[in-house]
């Protein structure tokens, strides 16, 4: 699947759109969720453009997927993340829920999270 420069995030990323940065560098952003599913929801993405988790596994530098998950584990802990636990969640594609053509990870906690829930839909 070809990359499409019209995704929501690449607009994020071009500046297009407003986000709620929570970190920045020359890879990776990292924002507040528009519609948080738990009291903490933070999307990470890389800069560069990969359409899925596939796509960046398959195409990205071991170091640029070393980085990306280093960073997002620093992430969840300057959160506050994991005292409390919390869950990261990939949609890989439309069936699994991927709205979002630009690979991004859900870091997700601040409350128990019920067993089998998703990044969307996830009930309280
Ligand atoms: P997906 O279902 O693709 O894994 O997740 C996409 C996520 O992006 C959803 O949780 C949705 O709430 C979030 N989202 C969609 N549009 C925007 C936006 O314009 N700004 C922010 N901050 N989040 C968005």
Same mark, same amino acid.
């Given at each position: /699947? +070809?990359? @499409? ?5 690449? =607009?994020?990323?071009?500046? #297009?759109?407003?986000? %709620? ?8 952003? *990292? $924002?507040? @969720? ?12 890389? =800069? *560069? @453009? ?7 596994? *398959?195409? +990205?530098? +071991?170091? #640029?997927?070393? #980085?990306?998950? *280093? %960073?997002? &584990? ?5 959160? !506050?993340?994991?005292?409390? !636990? ?6 890989? !594609?439309?069936?699994? &829920?991927?709205?979002?053509?630009? $690979?991004?990870?859900?870091? /997700? &906690?601040?409350?128990?999270?019920? #067993?089998?829930? /998703? +990044?969307? !839909?996830?009930?309280?």
């Amino acid at each position: /699947m +070809a990359y @499409d420069t019209s995704n929501i995030f690449a =607009k994020i990323l071009r500046g #297009e759109i407003p986000n %709620k940065t929570v970190y920045e560098d020359d890879g990776i952003l *990292a $924002f507040h @969720d528009i519609a948080p599913k738990t009291p903490v929801h933070v999307l990470v993405i890389p =800069k *560069a @453009d990969y359409v899925d988790l596939d796509d960046f596994t *398959a195409n +990205a530098s +071991a170091v #640029e997927i070393g #980085e990306f998950f *280093a %960073k997002a &584990g620093q992430i969840a802990r300057d959160l !506050g993340l994991p005292e409390s !636990g919390y869950r990261l969640v990939s949609n890989n !594609g439309e069936n699994a &829920g991927q709205i979002v053509p630009h $690979f991004h990870i859900h870091l /997700m &906690g601040g409350q128990k999270i019920k #067993e089998g829930s /998703m +990044a969307r !839909g996830m009930q309280s």
